[in-house]
C-alpha cells in the first residue's frame, strides 16, 4: 500500500517559478518511479516528467525541457517538481502518481494541485 500526497500549486505570473512536492507513505521500497502528470481545462492528462527511484534517472517531455526539473529526496521519500519560467499554457492540475515495480504501470496517485500562470 503506498500513499501519495501532492501540493505546491499556486496563482503565479508567467516567467515565475513554483516548487510542487509529492510526500510518499506506507511501502515505498516498492516504488519504481514517480511521475508528475497534468491535465488542462479541455484536455488530455499527460506525463510531464518522471524520476527512477533506484538510479535516479529522469524524464521530460520535450515542452518542459530546460524549464521543469524533477528531484528526488530518499530520506523524507519526497519527489520534488521545480518549475521555472513558468508560461500560460503550463496551467493545469498537476498529479503525482507513482509506478509498480512489476507492471511498470502508474498505480498510486495522489490529489490534484492547481498551477495557474497568469500573462
Known amino acids: 500500500q503506498v500513499q501519495l500526497v501532492g501540493s505546491g500549486g499556486g496563482l503565479v505570473q508567467a516567467g515565475g517559478s513554483l516548487r510542487l512536492s509529492c510526500a510518499a507513505s506506507g511501502r515505498t521500497s516498492s516504488i519504481y518511479t514517480t511521475g508528475w502528470f497534468r491535465q488542462a481545462p479541455g484536455q488530455d492528462r499527460e506525463l510531464v516528467t518522471a524520476?527512477?527511484?533506484?538510479?535516479?534517472?529522469?524524464y521530460y517531455r520535450d515542452s518542459v525541457k530546460g524549464r521543469f526539473t524533477i528531484s528526488r529526496d530518499n530520506a523524507a521519500n519526497t519527489v520534488y517538481l521545480q518549475m521555472i519560467n513558468l508560461k500560460p499554457e503550463d496551467t493545469a492540475v498537476y498529479y503525482c502518481?507513482?509506478?509498480?515495480?512489476?507492471?511498470?504501470?502508474?498505480?498510486?496517485w495522489g490529489q490534484g494541485t492547481q498551477v495557474t500562470v497568469s500573462s
Open positions: 524520476i527512477r527511484w533506484d538510479d535516479g534517472s529522469t
Open positions: 502518481a507513482a509506478s509498480n515495480p512489476s507492471t511498470y504501470t502508474y498505480d498510486f
